[in-house]
């Protein structure tokens, strides 16, 4: 069936610089999307979301590109901090499965100071 | 304010025992989700909640595993007679209303089943 996954199991980066972190979706019928972030021993942190009808939304140090024409995602992430250092899951929300998100596999981000 | 909540933070059983798992959401949030996490992979839907109802159980793997919510809070994931390959960490997240809102996640349950 169709599913989301990510193209770099794991993104190294030296602290300061900017990450992007990227994630393929195939389900055009998603309308929802999420980006959570998980620290070892503690369940995923919500980061940012953003709606089919957005291509960009901005948070604080943090950026969610949508892609709809190649149903691929983004996580940007500036001014990369140790703390930073996690896995991130995108996840993704059909427009009929109530709210039911389906996950991807995660990509690890290392920050080395 | 209170995070989701969830009970025990780790639980050691022999195979074939009964276990129990407990989450109390945030205060007012209404839907309520169970999901499954294994060993360095991503996150399986289990079952949701919206209130007390669960619209959604085709995430439970087998009739094994069940799972209720009382008061719109409180939520309990029953796993009977435990195997081996129900090792993992159990999530429960809730969110303030339905679709198109985040969930939040609680720090899990982490199951070791012996």
């Known amino acids: 069936g169709e599913s989301v996954g990510l193209h770099l199991p794991t993104l190294s980066v030296q602290e300061g610089d900017n990450s992007i972190i990227n994630c393929a979706y195939s389900n055009s019928a998603s309308d929802y999307f999420i980006w959570y972030k998980q620290e070892s021993g503690k369940g995923p942190q919500f980061i940012i979301d953003?709606?089919?009808?957005?291509d960009k939304r901005q948070g604080q140090r943090v950026t969610v590109l949508l892609n709809k024409t190649v149903k691929h995602l983004s996580l940007q992430i500036a001014a990369t901090q140790p703390g930073d250092s996690a896995v991130y899951f995108c996840a993704e929300k059909l427009n009929n499965a109530g709210n039911m998100l389906t996950f991807g596999g995660g990509t690890r981000l290392m920050v080395k100071p | 304010g209170a995070g989701v909540s969830q009970s025990p933070s780790n639980k050691v059983t022999e195979k074939g025992k009964d276990v129990e798992l407990r989450c109390d959401p945030i205060s007012g949030h209404t839907a309520l989700y169970w999901y499954r996490q294994s060993l360095g992979q991503g996150l399986e839907f289990l079952i949701y909640f919206q209130g007390n109802s669960a619209p959604d159980k085709s995430g439970l793997p087998s009739d094994r595993f069940s799972a209720e919510r009382t008061g719109g809070s409180v939520s309990t994931l029953t796993i009977q007679r435990t195997q081996q390959e129900d090792s993992a960490v159990y999530l429960c997240?809730?969110?303030?209303?339905?679709?198109?809102?985040?969930?939040?996640f609680g720090n899990g349950t982490r199951l070791t089943v012996t």
């Open positions: 997240a809730s969110s303030l209303k339905g679709a198109g809102s985040p969930l939040h």
């Open positions: 953003i709606r089919s009808n957005m």
